[in-house]
């Protein structure tokens, strides 16, 4: 699949909360799949949110490895489900509770979703340009982060931000 094909398909969902190429695989089973790559990507749409955040004088978010499972779960879920929501039509799981789920004690969390875009800078192009999720990258409450990158048996890249405000 070209970019001609996902410059088409691409899908973003212009919500987002406040309370995962076909370049290659690691997983060999099952609908959801993990690129190569995305370890290295989720450092870069981390660094790339960081960016945004310094350059509007904002303190850069943490790495945070429970919000980063959680992403990665929730990315599967959408491909596996085949479905694209914040709310999970078949469980009903929402930010907040896929946070408890994972133990992830929290004043605040917030997500932000992608499908379709081929690279870190491309989804965050699109995160900026939308003001609900420009709104949870820059929400100043905000200390933690993970992303997580899946990818369907189609070729479609899912993206998942785990924004949070952590309990003491």
């Known amino acids: 699949m070209?970019?001609?094909?996902?410059?088409?398909?691409l899908v973003l969902l212009a919500t987002a909360f406040t309370v995962g190429c076909g370049q290659g695989v690691l997983s060999s089973g099952g609908a959801c799949r993990v690129p190569w790559q995305a370890d290295e990507w989720a450092r870069e749409v981390i660094d790339l949110v960081n960016a945004e955040r310094v350059a509007e004088g904002m303190a850069p978010l943490r790495a945070d490895g429970t919000l980063a499972e959680m992403a990665e779960d929730y990315a599967c879920e959408m491909v596996e489900g085949e479905f694209f929501a914040h709310e999970n039509p078949d469980t009903g799981s929402t930010p907040g509770t896929r946070a408890d789920d994972h133990g992830y004690v929290y004043y605040e969390v917030g997500e932000n979703l992608a499908v379709g875009y081929d690279s870190p800078e491309d989804v965050m192009v699109a995160w900026m340009d939308s003001p609900g999720h420009r709104a949870n990258i820059l929400h100043d409450s905000y200390t933690e982060l993970g992303v997580g990158v899946r990818v369907a048996l189609d070729g479609q890249i899912y993206w998942v931000q785990e924004f949070g405000d952590p309990w003491p």
């Open 2 to 9: 070209g970019r001609a094909r996902a410059s088409w398909m």
